[in-house]
């Protein structure tokens, strides 16, 4: 009778577990990006629409309707839940559209919700948590845009023709050929809202252009629909300002204006190159280390769910923010609904205008749908699975972009866990140890200059790593003596200016249900007579826990000291040791606050206030930037400060972990010619605290043990088959383990 009921249970167990498992292949697709046929579906159908009277988005013409971005719509939690919980059908699969309305006399940006896909037959308008509206001036720059832009460029340049070619040594920005002129424009455009008033700087166009700056920097009035109307407010020369082009022209050619003179170019000089240069140590003829499969791929992908060792999740790129999981679980048990990158910064200084006005917010330059093609061997090994990702953004039809995210196994070099157990006796009693392979899913973002290399990293032990590489390019302006202090000299002319990277990201933690609370760790000492010898005093560390109960009181500030460990459990779920099964976020950043508090632009980024704040889940709060931040930070449509602002209970919710990382980069002249990652990742960690019985990695057949048999000869136990060949070694394992004297 027990054996039966023993048996019923495991069958239970196992029945359960599958249709966990089969459930989230099942929702998986709900998170899934949009297809090109729906891409299609929903520009056609909305340029059915009389009313819009949409047009090409290339038009030249900025007073258009039109197609600006297309992604996916998330259905809201509690009806994804009934599909990954229950088995429920799919909701209908829904479009999120961003149209720029400016043919008409209140130009507006207006969003909508096309459904359903992929024979959408209506719309409806999206508005923002409390009914803002969307400046038109707040839109991101198009293509249309920046024809015109390059337009007016060549009308200042040809009447700055001669200053530009004697400053340069030849390069002009119209009729050129190899020595020409390009330029970068600088965010956000003006200093307040309703402004588009953009700094140009003028570059050398050379391979890495980014760091040649020429000296001359142009503040430009684009805000007027009719670019016939746009004018030149400012101009910056050799550190000297100018209410006017002719202003500058003229007193460069009467002598009142101090020339600059840029060293002849150099074919030569091969320093904004990737080019090899300098002698090498490192053999050439040989192939470093290579990653391989002996047996081929030990992970999972049917579509956008992905399942390995234990683990599943679904995954998309936002065209707008970028890389995201849903629904990751470990062995079918869900850890987190969603964790998504919101917005990525980068907050300049610097003595020039186009350095003092540099804030880059990236989703604002639809940073999602700036991930282009991932080179095998490099940018992830040549045995990972490549993925091609279509966008939808200032286009009139899908983009795709060729192996731009990558999912791949890797050896981390690094054991999970070993242990040496010596006799000390020169000899062991045992060895024991366990590889450490791990699976990455990649993306990156090149946004302009800088290279984010965004990556979800996925243990054996129930460990889920969130991390951003940082590389590329960086900003640099003309060098002046006053730039030393915001910044370095790189090269000639060239100043790397400081800046600080911040990431920000939604984790949507589920531990063990929806039901979860917050609590902090810290240690304080204490002091008591010692027990067994009552003349002396013990001093040592004793953990003081902290329940925080409202939104307020688990918003943490920078500057203020943070606590040493966060953790979400659940207190309705204990371990088999009766403790409360939870998982804590430990960081790994050196973020600070960009700006002071309610400080203009900062208004637009005030998540960046804390390293950490949490919040109950909230349909309503589903991302904590936009795409109009870049272009109005002052009045942002999207103001994660509102969020915390009703203080809401947190004991017993669903709650949301919003999550800030981040470092201050001084630039170097290891900079050059592109910034290296190593030293330029941080992220956080997902790490289980009691909420399994034991190290969930103790089910992996990768363990080896070894023991000193009865004749001395070690016996090696082990559950994988040897692998010997020339992809990865010409001899088997061993191991001997004795140490003695020499």
Not at 197 to 211: A, N, Y
Not at 304 to 317: K, T
Request: proline share 6%; aromatic share 12%; net charge neutral.
């Amino acid at each position: 009778m027990r054996l039966l009921c023993l048996l019923q249970l495991l069958c239970l167990a196992s029945c359960s577990g599958s249709r966990s498992r089969d459930w989230a292949h099942h929702g998986a697709p709900m998170f899934a990006d949009l297809t090109v046929r729906e891409m299609k579906a929903v520009r056609a159908y909305l340029h059915g629409v009389p009313e819009l009277k949409l047009i090409d988005a290339h038009n030249k013409t900025l007073m258009k309707n039109s197609v600006l971005l297309m992604e996916l719509h998330l259905p809201r939690k509690h009806e994804a839940l009934k599909v990954l919980d229950l088995g429920h059908a799919k909701p209908p699969r829904r479009a999120r559209v961003i149209i720029q309305l400016g043919n008409q006399n209140n130009p507006n940006i207006t969003e909508y919700i096309v459904s359903p896909l992929p024979s959408p037959n209506s719309h409806e308008v999206k508005t923002f948590k409390g009914g803002r509206p969307i400046r038109f001036e707040s839109r991101p720059i198009t293509s249309a845009e920046y024809s015109h832009i390059n337009h007016i460029l060549e009308k200042i340049t040809n009447k700055a023709h001669k200053l530009l070619l004697e400053t340069t040594g030849g390069f002009s920005f119209t009729n050129c050929s190899d020595r020409c002129l390009t330029f970068s424009d600088i965010a956000p455009r003006g200093l307040g809202p309703g402004e588009r008033r953009t700094w140009i700087m003028l570059q050398k166009f050379v391979e890495g252009f980014f760091i040649h700056p020429v000296g001359f920097e142009v503040l430009v009035n684009h805000r007027d629909l009719d670019p016939k109307k746009w004018t030149v407010e400012k101009v910056w020369y050799n550190s000297m300002y100018f209410d006017s082009l002719e202003e500058l022209v003229e007193k460069y050619e009467s002598g009142e204006v101090e020339k600059i003179k840029l060293p002849d170019h150099d074919e030569n000089d091969l320093y904004s190159t990737y080019i090899p240069r300098g002698q090498t140590n490192t053999p050439t003829n040989i192939h470093g280390p290579k990653l391989v499969e002996p047996q081929g791929h030990r992970y999972h992908i049917d579509r956008n769910f992905v399942e390995y060792a234990g683990w599943s999740f679904a995954y998309r790129v936002r065209s707008s923010a970028g890389l995201q999981v849903f629904d990751l679980r470990f062995n079918g048990q869900r850890i987190a609904y969603e964790i998504s990158l919101q917005e990525a910064i980068a907050f300049y200084s610097g003595d020039t205008p186009a350095a003092m006005q540099t804030k880059y917010i990236d989703a604002g330059w639809a940073m999602g749908s700036s991930s282009f093609e991932l080179a095998p061997g490099i940018d992830c090994p040549e045995i990972a699975t490549f993925v091609d990702l279509y966008h939808y953004f200032d286009t009139d039809k899908p983009v795709q972009h060729k192996n731009a995210l990558c999912i791949f196994e890797m050896t981390t070099a690094m054991p999970l866990r070993r242990h040496f157990n010596s006799n000390y006796k020169g000899g062991y009693n045992f060895y024991g140890g366990l590889e450490n392979a791990v699976l990455v899913l990649r993306t990156t973002s090149t946004v302009y200059n800088y290279d984010y290399i965004w990556d979800f990293v996925f243990y054996q032990n129930g460990v889920a790593e969130v991390k951003v590489s940082a590389t590329g390019y960086i900003h640099a302006t003309f060098f002046t003596p006053k730039g030393l202090h915001y910044g370095t000299k790189v090269y000639n002319n060239v100043l790397g200016n400081l800046h600080t990277h911040l990431i920000h990201y939604k984790v949507d933690l589920d531990i063990a249900g929806r039901e979860n609370s917050f609590e902090t760790l810290d240690l304080k000492y204490v002091n008591f007579t010692n027990p067994w010898s009552p003349e002396n005093f013990v001093v040592q560390s004793k953990l003081h826990r902290t329940e925080h109960k409202t939104e307020r009181s688990a918003t943490f500030s920078f500057g203020k000291r943070f606590p040493r460990y966060v953790n979400f459990y659940n207190p309705n779920e204990k371990n088999q040791w009766g403790e409360k099964r939870g998982y804590r976020i430990q960081f790994n950043s050196h973020a600070h606050s960009v700006l002071p508090r309610g400080w203009r632009e900062e208004k637009g980024i005030s998540w960046s206030r804390y390293p950490l704040a949490v919040t109950r889940h909230k349909d309503s709060e589903a991302t904590s930037s936009s795409i109009f931040t870049q272009n109005d930070p002052w009045e942002p449509v999207v103001s994660f400060e509102d969020y915390i602002r009703n203080n809401e209970d947190i004991v017993n919710q669903d709650l949301v972990a919003w999550v800030t990382v981040g470092f201050l980069h001084v630039p170097h002249s290891e900079d050059i010619p592109n910034t290296a990652t190593p030293g330029n990742a941080v992220g956080f960690f997902l790490r289980p605290f009691n909420f399994f019985d034991e190290d969930p990695s103790v089910v992996s057949r990768s363990t080896v043990i070894v023991r000193p048999g009865r004749d001395g000869k070690p016996k090696v136990q082990s559950w994988t088959p040897e692998v010997i060949g020339y992809c990865v070694a010409d001899r088997p394992f061993s191991y001997n383990g004795t140490y003695a004297g020499v």
